[in-house]
């Protein structure tokens, strides 16, 4: 399954390309974009060439993993994925993740808001799914506007700062994204 390309306002949602290694490393290794993320910062760019080089062979098998171009210069400044599809069951988690330099522009929440367009209207989605931290904010807007509901606290689910810490989870159903989206 190959996955789409889209066109936002401002960006473009397209595979990965192996040209985006050295914008995957600048946003991926930044400790506040990891934390935000829920992943630890790549301990050399070794690890994360390991990782993005896996991430290139996964598309043949399914990967729904966006990267986020800037349209305005062309930099590769994050991703958008759906994580855990069951077709059977009708239902996927997102994950993003962006540039810290380009944060507060609104990109995240027009990229996610594409890519959950797509799981609802074109995969058929009758769920939609998030975790985040319940210290970041701008993430638990994006998802809020996304029509998302606050369904419950997973105690102490992720430790991936230290320590193992509160996710919020948040989903939202067909019915209430196309409330939302008419």
């Not at 996710?167 to 019915?175: D, G, K």
């Amino acid at each position: 399954m190959s996955i789409p390309v889209f066109e936002t306002d401002h960006l473009i949602l397209r595979p990965l390309r192996e040209s985006d290694f050295a914008d995957y490393f600048e946003y991926a290794q930044d400790p506040a974009v990891a934390s935000s993320g829920m992943w630890q910062p790549y301990a050399s760019e070794e690890d994360a060439r390991a990782d993005f080089d896996h991430l290139l062979t996964l598309y043949p098998l399914g990967l729904m993993w966006w990267a986020l171009e800037a349209k305005a210069n062309g930099k590769m400044i994050g991703r958008c994925q759906l994580d855990r599809y069951d077709p059977n069951e009708a239902r996927a988690e997102i994950s993003y993740a962006l540039h810290q330099g380009y944060w507060g522009h609104g990109f995240m929440g027009e990229a996610a808001e594409r890519v959950a367009r797509y799981g609802f209207e074109d995969l058929k989605l009758n769920r939609l799914s998030a975790t985040v931290f319940p210290d970041n904010a701008a993430s638990i807007r994006i998802l809020e506007k996304l029509g998302m509901i606050r369904e419950g606290c997973l105690r102490q689910y992720r430790a991936t700062r230290g320590a193992p810490e509160d996710v919020l989870l948040y989903a939202a159903l067909r019915s209430e994204w196309q409330a939302l989206h008419p």
